[in-house]
């Protein structure tokens, strides 16, 4: 009897321990399935949004966004506001945003345009105050006694991502006494320093966090990692 | 003097350009349209230019204005006494010219019979408008036609020495064209008009004389190259290639005569013979034309071939009529006037036998013809009267105008003239009459025995007709054209006013 | 070819230097072409065609066909230079 | 008027006219011709033709040195003279 | 003297200047030199126009105030800048930038054809050719 | 595309570059557009705004390559646009011809336009200098593509077409 | 209404000139009857703007309205008009030409080749018509500037040709421009009417001198004068034919029209004879331009090089009859413009419908041509004839004044330079007619050989949109020949300066 009852419980235990690992086969293969499928599906619904984003969505949004800029600076220009030179000039922004609203926002993964316009506001206080140290620092390595000039290039690979945020750095660097921005190739600045102390404090990074910050682009790459991670987790759970 | 306004002369002129055209277009295919043009052309023109003779005869004048382009500068046709007796001669001839040319060249076969008819026409054409051109420029613009009509039918063969023989003629003719241009432009500059005026209008110009004695020799000089003058006649001999009617056409009646012509009306129409008296040109234009006289006749008795025999003999008979002119006197004058008439006459009749020599016996040089008189005898027959002709012998014309010259020659008291016109007598009698002798009498070098072959009827009639012409002229020198009606009326005219 | 243009230069420059003699003064306003024909300009312009700038008006009103002219000129080295250079799409290179 | 300024700016103009026609590279003589015109340009200005000038920068200083060195780079760039 | 040489100073200058250009139009052997020189002589005839027209103490030729209604205002001529050659030198710019245009465009031929620029390799590449 | 330069024709490599002209193009545009409009009170006026806006299209050619430039507009645009200008301002001469004035007699087009004489004209300035305005851009932009491309750019703008 | 036809005379080519890459854009084959279509508008509107000016005297055109010193305007008077009729006459004639030979040697460029083409003739229109300096100098460079671009797609060397003519051409326009700067600043205006007023009080200032002196040189350069004509034999020669035909009778012709114009109209002739010593200066170059042009000629064995050369040689002419400045020596130059201009388009285009069919152009390579190309051959046969200045032809009466007038200048060489010229030419075409219409050289004729040899050769007449202008052309010459006298009286004797 325990015989048997051992034996159904052993053959039990068997089935049991073969449909967990069937199960568990299972399980394996539907989760490296969902990920694959879930990382192709994702892919082409991020691309799906991408490309309706520049086509449909963004499109519209660009537009006026350019035509609000253009024709702001039209404003600027023009002394006449009559209705004439109005009309001239809603017609000319038109014409205008129609044929470069890719170019002045060209960067599809533009953030919200607000807080970039907000953060980079606030970062030109930043720049100028970093201008006039280092027009003192370079001054001093002029006027000074000690023969502190050591000119050299320096390089490095930067965390940032867009064209925009690229030139904004390299106009930084170029702004500042002392640095000059030569080249940008893939990603790699090519700098050059005119004395130890500036190169040091362009490799600290701080100008380059700033400029991430405005542009929202080093925290933004976590968060897209995540959300490309995230099916596979909710699936094996 | 009374003016007739008509067209006729126009029309005159006209009526050849108008066939030579109508020959283009009927082309090498319709030979016999073709040539119906020519002859159709030539007899109405005849009818014309005789038409207008009597009106002449009665001292009238006829004018017609082509275009005015300026005052005292105009195209203009006005018929005198003088521009008619050319323009009597030229038209006349050239009917016999057309019926003798169709059998000169069906009978050679020639290449390009059209171009060959088209030029003839213009050359006629133009012919007439130098006949009756009534001022300096109309002559000049007819001339010129005149110089390019000729050029195609001195190249006619397109040998080389056809083309040689053109373009030397073209290199004097044209450069004798721009003197002429520049000194008639001269001559309108100075007096403002250019009308042949019977007597001369340069003597009021009030030009000093180097001028004038300059103008006088560009003018002759001009003219004197198509008359081969003698400095000038090189292209004469050399232009001989052309086909024979068409040097008959040269020599006798168009070309070589517009030349004569043209140094006529200069010497009488331009300058007048007052003005040349008083500034002694006249003189010097009668030794030059003397010179060429004796010249040619030396150069002529050297000659084997007998077209440049005649050339030469040409060029020997138009200094006579130049030197006639030159002289200034009543009766030269009229010499040198009515032996244009009997020269063409008796100098077509040659050139024709000559073409005719060539077409049927193939023979161009004189020591060849011995014995073709029997052969030929109305040929060599003709030849002989216009040979005799041009010597001087009595019945025929030559003598009448020889008469004169000499009678001239002794009025100007110039006796060495008169021995330049009997030198000249001798020296054609001495080239002309061994070829008559050896034709009729001579024995063939080669023993052919010679049969009766005549040249074509095309050509042996007007031959004959132009022969026997030129002995009526010799007898009743008045006869059909009125050549000497005429003459003496331009002589009358000529000196009735200067 | 550097002679014939020094030679070429030094007379074109004499006979500019010449000709300045009988300038007008730099900046004279009474010189004929200040006061000739442009004084009418200034003060009939703008009232007549609206335009504050004279040079404008000027250049596209009183003297438009001139203008035109221009713009063809400018059409004509276009068209020129098509003309000139381009190929048809299966011409070979350069 | 400023005579200081004309003459600095004449000079300058002289200076670029010179060099242009004589440096060795086209390209560098394409630039200075540039330069040349727009010193021409401020020297304009400063005589009132604002027109003129606005031309002369836009089209002698801009695009007429750009057609000009598009037409270097298509050819050669070293000059002999 | 010295004040006739400057109170024309800017004839001296156009004129030195065109000189320079027609030497190098006609002199320098390189083709783009030549339409160098072309440039600098077309700007140094503009330069003579655009000081024809100067007054002295005039301004810009730009009437202030608005375009409409301008008759009660008296404009004083002396005080603009005559406009009449800045308008024909707006023409003579374009036509010099168009002949440019247009030069280049042979240039560009030429190099095509005979690979240089220089006056005298192209004469000699022709005289061997026999062109 | 053999023989054929790339240095101006092809995208730039230089991220600074593409970057800033992307950013700059569109003000010139409108500055070019505002010189054209305002020719009236400012210096400047058809040739001035044409020029820009043909050195703006350039800068894209350099920058952004001969490709993407062509998308926005064939090279046979070009030159018809470089008519068309022409033409507006011929055009607008014949108009006044048609209306009864001499030719370019703008002030006959107050009888279509229903405004002063004067403004008439202002109105005819400006039609004007647009028409400029569009010869001038499309021929500096067809004379600059022609010689830096030496006349194939059309080969290169039909493969595009093509693979598109 | 025929106040209107001036504005149409410029307005309707250059407008369809714009319409042209429109239209070729389309369709193609569109591009050539619309030219011809639009050319024949200027004919009608200039003949019967002849027609006005000779009933009711000159009159002008206010463009935009505005009166003249102010604005731009056309003058219309009896010199102008004519040049006029001879412009659009020869451009409509070319264009008819120029069919064929576009479409055989630029089938590619036939839209834009059009478009310069009516742009050229726009320009040479514009320059004749105008009353304002400047706007001549515009209409100068849109015709140079058409020109230059034609002349660089013709054959081997046109575009070196052509730069050479950029530099030169831009010299000689610049020149002007200067002149009219000097002009300007010393008298304030641009209108050549006022300036013709103005100017006389002004004759002894220096300004005025060298603003004369600029012009002279400007448009002796601009028409080939002699030793300013070095771009001219390349330029001309190299182009295509339809090209060459278009511009070698009407871009010289027209700036010597420019040159008659300013000397005669806006400065007084007794300026330009008494005050300034240079009409002789010019007589002298005009000669040299004669000879040489002549002697270069002879030296040529490609015809339409030697045709060139004498292109330089005429214009020696018409600057003889303006540099005798009296009344037969203008009437002459005037008549030349016209005569030279019918005969150079009608031997130009003889040369290029010879080049088309034969594909040479060596002088020696003509032969058999009277059979082949007879109405051709025809055609430049009367030409020539009347090149070398033969009666009735038209080359006779423009010579004939020509030289009445240097006779009454007393200018004995410029005469003699003139006779010369027409020896020259007769060496120069009857060596042409010689090749073409007779047989090589052979030493001896043979008899039955000629029948044989013309049998061989087949009639190869060029096209007919080719012949055609040719035959008129040649047609043009003979009848302009005989009814010189009515031209002369009825238009150019109120064209010559009332004063002489």
Request: aromatic content about 12%; charged content about 15%.
């Amino acid at each position: 009897m325990e015989v048997t009852i051992l034996v159904q419980a052993t053959d039990r235990s068997f089935e049991i321990l073969e449909k967990a690992r069937e199960r568990s086969r299972q399980v394996l293969d539907t989760a490296a399935r969902l990920t694959s499928e879930s990382q192709a599906v994702h892919r082409k619904r991020v691309e799906a949004i991408f490309k309706g984003a520049r086509q449909t969505k963004t499109e519209i949004t660009r537009f006026t966004a350019t035509f609000i800029i253009l024709f702001g600076f039209w404003l600027l220009l023009s002394g006449h506001y009559d209705l004439f030179h109005i009309s001239i000039g809603v017609l000319c922004c038109g014409l205008v945003s129609h044929a470069t609203h890719d170019l002045l926002f060209a960067n599809p993964r533009a953030g919200d345009m607000r807080v970039i316009v907000k953060r980079f506001i606030t970062y030109i206080p930043w720049l100028f105050y970093q201008i006039v140290l280092s027009n003192m620092h370079v001054v001093r390595l002029a006027l000074g006694p000690k023969n502190l000039i050591d000119p050299k290039i320096i390089e490095f690979k930067t965390k940032l991502e867009s064209d925009i945020s690229f030139v904004t750095l390299a106009n930084s660097i170029t702004l500042t006494p002392g640095t000059i921005t030569l080249d940008i190739r893939d990603g790699v600045f090519y700098v050059h320093a005119v004395s130890k102390k500036t190169a040091e404090d362009l490799l600290t990074g701080e100008m380059e966090d700033r400029i991430a910050h405005i542009f929202m682009e080093a925290d933004h790459v976590y968060v897209q990692d995540t959300l490309d991670i995230a099916p596979v987790f909710v699936e094996l759970k | 003097m009374d003016v007739l306004y008509s067209s006729r002369p126009l029309w005159a002129v006209l009526v050849s350009m108008i066939a030579a055209f109508l020959i283009l277009a009927t082309g090498e295919k319709n030979r016999n349209i073709r040539e119906s043009w020519t002859i159709m052309a030539a007899v109405a023109k005849f009818l014309i230019v005789f038409s207008m003779v009597p009106v002449i005869l009665q001292g009238k004048v006829i004018e017609y204005t082509i275009v005015t382009f300026y005052p005292g500068l105009l195209l203009q046709f006005r018929i005198d006494a003088f521009g008619m007796l050319f323009g009597v001669i030229a038209s006349s001839l050239w009917i016999a010219t057309s019926f003798y040319s169709i059998g000169y060249v069906r009978g050679l076969n020639e290449h390009a019979q059209t171009r060959y008819f088209f030029a003839f026409a213009m050359c006629l054409s133009s012919t007439i408008g130098i006949a009756f051109s009534a001022n300096l420029l109309t002559f000049l613009v007819f001339y010129e036609i005149l110089t390019i009509a000729t050029y195609p039918l001195v190249i006619h063969k397109e040998s080389k020495e056809g083309i040689m023989g053109g373009r030397k003629y073209l290199a004097y003719t044209l450069t004798a064209g721009c003197v002429l241009l520049f000194a008639i432009a001269m001559i309108y500059h100075m007096t403002g008009t250019l009308d042949f005026k019977a007597g001369g209008f340069m003597a009021d110009s009030g030009g000093s004389s180097a001028v004038l004695i300059m103008l006088f020799a560009m003018l002759i000089f001009g003219f004197g190259v198509k008359a081969g003058l003698m400095p000038m006649h090189e292209w004469l001999p050399t232009a001989m290639v052309a086909p024979t009617p068409v040097s008959a056409l040269l020599h006798a009646v168009a070309v070589v005569k517009a030349g004569v012509f043209g140094c006529l009306r200069v010497i009488l129409f331009v300058f007048g013979p007052g003005l040349l008296h008083d500034l002694g040109v006249w003189l010097i234009m009668a030794y030059i034309a003397s010179f060429t006289i004796v010249v040619a006749g030396f150069l002529a008795l050297g000659q084997d071939h007998l077209k440049r025999r005649l050339a030469f003999s040409t060029i020997n008979n138009l200094a006579m009529i130049i030197l006639g002119a030159a002289l200034l006197t009543k009766s030269s004058m009229t010499g040198g006037i009515i032996h244009m008439a009997n020269h063409a006459f008796m100098k077509i009749t040659l050139f024709f036998c000559a073409g005719a020599l060539h077409v049927k016996a193939h023979k161009d040089y004189v020591s060849q013809l011995d014995g073709i008189g029997r052969q030929m005898p109305l040929t060599m027959g003709a030849f002989a009267i216009a040979a005799i002709g041009l010597s001087g012998i009595p019945p025929m014309s030559g003598f009448i105008s020889k008469w004169f010259l000499c009678l001239g020659a002794l009025e100007a008291n110039q006796i060495i003239f008169l021995f330049v016109f009997m030198t000249s007598a001798m020296l054609d009698v001495a080239f002309f009459f061994p070829i008559i002798y050896n034709s009729f009498f001579k024995k063939p070098l080669d023993d052919v025995t010679p049969h009766f072959d005549e040249a074509p009827m095309f050509m042996v009639i007007p031959l004959v007709i132009t022969a026997l012409l030129s002995i009526v002229f010799g007898i009743v020198p008045d006869a059909f054209f009125r050549f000497f009606s005429m003459t003496s009326l331009a002589v009358q005219n000529i000196l009735g006013v200067g | 070819m550097k002679v014939i243009a020094l030679i070429a230069v030094i007379m074109t420059g004499t006979l500019l230097i010449y000709g300045a003699g009988d300038m007008p003064d730099w900046g004279d306003p009474n010189s004929p072409a200040n006061s000739y024909v442009s004084p009418r300009y200034i003060l009939e312009a703008t009232e007549k065609t609206a335009t504050p700038n004279i040079v404008t008006a000027v250049l596209a009103d009183y003297r438009s066909y001139d203008t035109m002219g221009e713009t063809v000129v400018v059409f004509t080295a276009a068209l020129g230079c098509v003309l000139m250079l381009r190929k048809k799409r299966n011409g070979e290179g350069g | 008027m400023i005579w200081q300024l004309d003459l600095i700016l004449c000079l300058f103009i002289i200076i670029c006219a010179i060099a242009a026609i004589n440096v060795k590279d086209l390209l560098a003589a394409v630039i200075i011709l540039g330069a040349y015109s727009f010193f021409m340009c401020l020297l304009w200005t400063e005589m009132g033709a604002v027109d003129v000038a606005f031309t002369e920068a836009s089209v002698g200083a801009g695009v007429g040195t750009v057609l000009f060195i598009a037409a270097v780079s298509k050819t050669k760039r070293r000059s002999k003279d | 003297m010295l004040d006739y040489v400057i109170s024309k100073y800017n004839f001296w200058i156009y004129i030195i200047l065109m000189m320079i250009g027609l030497y190098a139009m006609i002199g320098k052997k390189n083709l783009v030199k030549k339409l160098i020189g072309m440039n600098i002589f077309q700007s140094a005839i503009i330069l003579f126009y655009v000081s024809t027209g100067v007054k002295a103490g005039a301004t810009v030729p730009i009437l202030s105030g608005h375009g409409h209604g301008h008759g009660h205002e008296v404009i004083e001529v002396a005080k603009y800048i005559n406009p009449l050659p800045h308008v024909l030198m707006l023409t003579a710019i374009v036509v010099s930038i168009a002949t440019t245009g247009v030069a280049i465009a042979t240039l560009i031929l030429i190099y095509r054809k005979y690979n240089t620029l220089e006056e005298d390799e192209i004469l000699m590449i022709r005289k061997e050719t026999g062109v | 595309m053999s023989g054929v330069n790339d240095m101006m024709t092809k995208q730039s490599d230089d991220v600074i570059v593409k970057t800033v002209s992307r950013l700059l193009i569109p003000f010139m545009q409108i500055y070019a557009l505002y010189v054209i409009a305002h020719g009236h009170y400012s210096p400047g006026g058809g040739f001035q705004g044409g020029v820009i806006l043909g050195a703006s299209i350039i800068l894209l050619v350099i920058t952004y390559g001969l490709d993407n430039a062509l998308r926005k507009m064939s090279e046979k645009m070009h030159i018809i646009m470089c008519s068309t200008g022409a033409i507006i301002y011929a055009g607008i001469g014949v108009l006044c011809l048609i209306l009864g004035g001499n030719f370019l007699d703008y002030a006959e087009l107050d009888q279509i336009l229903h405004v002063g004489i004067a403004q008439a004209r202002s109105l005819g300035i400006l039609g004007v200098e647009v028409g400029v305005g569009m010869t001038v851009m499309a021929a500096m932009i067809s004379i600059f593509l022609d010689i830096v491309t030496g006349g194939l750019h059309s080969k290169e703008k039909n493969i595009q077409g093509k693979r598109a | 209404m025929a106040e209107q036809f001036a504005a149409l005379i410029i307005v309707v080519p250059l407008i369809a000139s714009l319409f042209v890459p429109v239209i070729g854009w389309w369709k193609k084959r569109l591009c050539y009857p619309w030219v011809v279509a639009v050319l024949i508008i200027p004919l009608i509107s200039s003949l019967s703007i002849l027609n006005t000016v000779m009933t009711t005297g000159k009159f002008s055109y206010r463009l935009a309205g505005w009166a003249p010193p102010w604005g731009i305007e056309y003058v219309l008077d009896h010199l102008s008009a004519f040049v006029l009729v001879i412009v659009s006459f020869i451009s409509l004639m070319v264009a008819i030409y120029s069919k064929k030979s576009v479409q055989d040697n630029l089938p590619e460029k036939t839209v834009p080749f059009y478009t310069l083409f009516l742009l050229l003739v726009t320009g040479l229109m514009g320059i004749v018509i105008t009353g304002d300096v400047f706007n001549l100098f515009v209409f100068l460079e849109i015709s140079a500037l058409s020109c230059y671009a034609l002349i660089a797609i013709g054959e081997e060397g046109a575009p070196m040709a052509a730069f050479n003519y950029i530099i030169i051409g831009t010299i000689g326009a610049c020149f002007y421009l200067l002149g009219i700067g000097y002009l300007y600043i010393a008298t304030g205006s641009l209108n050549m009417a006022d300036l013709a007023n103005i100017l006389p009080p002004l004759y002894d200032s220096k300004v005025i001198l060298v603003a004369f002196a600029f012009f002279t040189v400007g448009l002796a350069v601009k028409a080939g004068l002699f030793p300013m004509h070095t771009w001219l034999p390349d330029a001309y020669c190299t182009a295509p034919s339809a090209v060459s035909a278009l511009i070698a009778p009407l871009m010289t012709k027209v700036a010597a029209y420019v040159m008659i114009r300013l000397m005669f109209t806006v400065f007084q002739p007794h300026f330009s004879i008494e005050i300034v010593p240079v009409f002789t200066i010019l007589g002298w170059l005009a000669v040299m331009a004669i000879v040489w042009g002549g002697i270069k000629a002879l030296a040529q064995t490609d015809l339409k090089r030697m045709l060139v050369y004498v292109v330089v040689a005429e214009v020696g002419y018409i600057v003889i009859g303006v540099s005798v400045a009296n009344r037969l020596g203008l009437t002459g130059a005037i008549l030349h413009i016209m005569n030279d201009a019918v005969m150079m388009a009608c031997l130009f285009l003889v040369t290029g419908a010879i080049l088309y069919k034969t594909g040479t152009r060596e002088i020696h390579q003509l032969s058999h041509l009277n059979k082949k190309m007879p109405f051709t051959m025809a055609a430049f046969t009367i030409t020539a004839l009347s090149m070398v200045g033969i009666p009735p032809a038209c080359g006779f009466f423009s010579k004939w004044y020509l030289i009445l007038g240097t006779i009454e200048a007393g200018q004995w060489f410029w005469a003699a330079a003139l006779l010369c010229s027409s020896l020259i030419n007769a060496v120069l075409f009857f060596r042409v007619i010689e090749c073409a219409y007779l047989k090589p050289m052979e030493p001896a004729y043979a008899h039955d050989g000629g029948e044989t040899i013309h049998e061989e050769i087949q009639r190869d007449e060029a096209p007919f949109t080719m012949l055609v202008p040719i035959v008129i052309m040649a047609a043009g010459v003979i009848l302009l020949g005989i009814f010189s006298g009515k031209i002369i009286s009825s238009v150019i004797q109120f064209a010559v300066p009332a004063s002489f």
